[in-house]
């Protein structure tokens, strides 16, 4: 639950189920895996995997699609007045967008 908090970027449950939660229009899910060690991980990720007969694929996480843009910016509330202010010289605006939602997922902590 903790997790879907900082994801969501929200303190109240119900708002973070409604943000990022799984809806019947969802295409894709993510799922995250803590364990005490790495082999714990990785045995969780590959039981994850057989459940959902479906391959891990890591590398989507550093895939920035138009529409994740729109939706990670609406989730987070990032407007373009904000965005502009945040790029940096020759930055893709996606390294922008994950700089202010890594920020306001750190700031949970110290809204509490």
Known sequence: MEVLLY???SRQISDAVKRVGVTPTTKRIAAVV?????????GSAE???QLLNEE???EVVDQ?????????RAVYDIRQKELQATLRKKEDSSK???RLAIERSALLSIKK
């Open 7 to 9: 994801i969501s970027g």
């Open 34 to 42: 803590v364990g005490n060690s790495n082999e714990e991980v990785k």
């Open 47 to 49: 039981f994850v995997s």
């Open 56 to 58: 891990s694929h890591d």
């Open 64 to 72: 920035w699609s138009d529409e994740r843009l729109r939706n990670v």
């Open 96 to 98: 922008a967008v994950e």
